[in-house]
Structure formats: structure tokens, C-alpha cells
């Protein structure tokens, strides 16, 4: 019985997007008063352009990502001391440390990439 009721669930969600997305574009729209008075949609982000978005982005993402960084070389370090010579334990403090090396090394590349990109599509931006 959930299957049939999931099935239904998942097709009334696929007929309804179209029916979002439509009335989205209809409220994007400039739209006119009852005294000829026309009212537009401010722009929430400024006029900036996506890369500058992705960006910033990124800086909440490197604020955040350093104390976790810490925390999980700390996690990993303390998965080794309370290790007791247990091998497997081991292997999994340094995995833990090595993937959170690797997580933000991830993120400040990223970061290097969205610059890099900004500076090619955009030389004249700051």
C-alpha cells in the first residue's frame, strides 16, 4: 500500500513543477497597480555577476571549513591516542585527519579556481 500512495506522491510532485516554475516567471514580471502605477522586483544580489556569488560563497565555506578542520584533526588525533596499539584504530584516526586535510584542501582550491575564472571572464572587475 506505501508504494502505490509513493508512486502518487511522486507523480503529483513531476505534474505540479511546471506549474511553479510558470507561475515564478509570471511573478517575475512587472506588474501593474490600480493607479497606473508599475511596481518591479529589486534585484536581491545587487546586479552582481555569478562568479562574485560563487565567491563569497566560497569565503563563508573557508570561515566555516577552518574550525572544523580543527576539529577533525583533533577527532583524528584522539582516535590514535585512544587507539591502544589497535591497528585498525589507527588507520582510521589517520583517515580521518588525512580527509579532512583533503576536504579543505578541496575548498581553498576552489577558491583559487572561482578567482582565476573571475579574472579571465571579467578582467576589468576588482
Do not use: C, H
Request: proline share 4%.
Amino acid at each position: 500500500m506505501s508504494k502505490f500512495f509513493r508512486k502518487i506522491f511522486y507523480a503529483a510532485v513531476v505534474s505540479f513543477l511546471p506549474i511553479f516554475f510558470i507561475r515564478l516567471k509570471v511573478f517575475a514580471t512587472e506588474v501593474g497597480g490600480t493607479s497606473g502605477q508599475t511596481y518591479t522586483l529589486q534585484d536581491p544580489l545587487g546586479n552582481q555577476n555569478i562568479l562574485t556569488i560563487i565567491g563569497r560563497v566560497i569565503d563563508y565555506l573557508i570561515y566555516i571549513s577552518v574550525p572544523l578542520l580543527a576539529l577533525f584533526i583533533l577527532w583524528g588525533g584522539f582516535q590514535i591516542l585512544g587507539a591502544r596499539g589497535d591497528v585498525e584504530k589507527v588507520k582510521n584516526g589517520r583517515a580521518t585527519i588525512q580527509w579532512a586535510v583533503i576536504g579543505f584542501t578541496i575548498i581553498l582550491v576552489s577558491k583559487g579556481v572561482a578567482l582565476i575564472l573571475l579574472r579571465i571572464l571579467y578582467p576589468s572587475s576588482p
